[in-house]
């Protein structure tokens, strides 16, 4: 017997069910056919990824704009690096 999968709109609605507190989380397993711990997991992706749905597209993209400015210069630092440490060894630095 494999591991059963669940559908993101699946895991949505119990998430969701749990959230409003109308049930307890043993009535929800019992209605969905899903462990407690499972019901509790899922509600806790919920609560802590719903901040992230509102963020703007705008602070996405200039969030990874800064992270690969960030990259790049980390690159160009080492690769100065490099540059010199060549120059000291071939005697092109004094």
Do not use: C
Not at 39 to 64: C, G, M, T, V, Y
Not at 78 to 92: A, F, I, M, N, R
């Amino acid at each position: 017997m494999g591991r059963r999968r669940y559908s993101a709109k699946f895991k949505a609605t119990v998430a969701l069910e749990a959230i409003k507190g109308q049930r307890t989380a043993n009535e929800l397993a019992q209605e969905f056919g899903v462990h407690v711990s499972q019901i509790n997991l899922w509600k806790r992706q919920l609560i802590e990824s719903a901040p992230h749905l509102f963020n703007s597209r705008k602070d996405r993209e200039a969030k990874k704009v800064e992270q690969e400015k960030e990259r790049l210069y980390r690159k160009v630092g080492q690769l100065q690096v490099e540059v010199d440490w060549l120059k000291k060894k071939t005697g092109l630095l004094d």
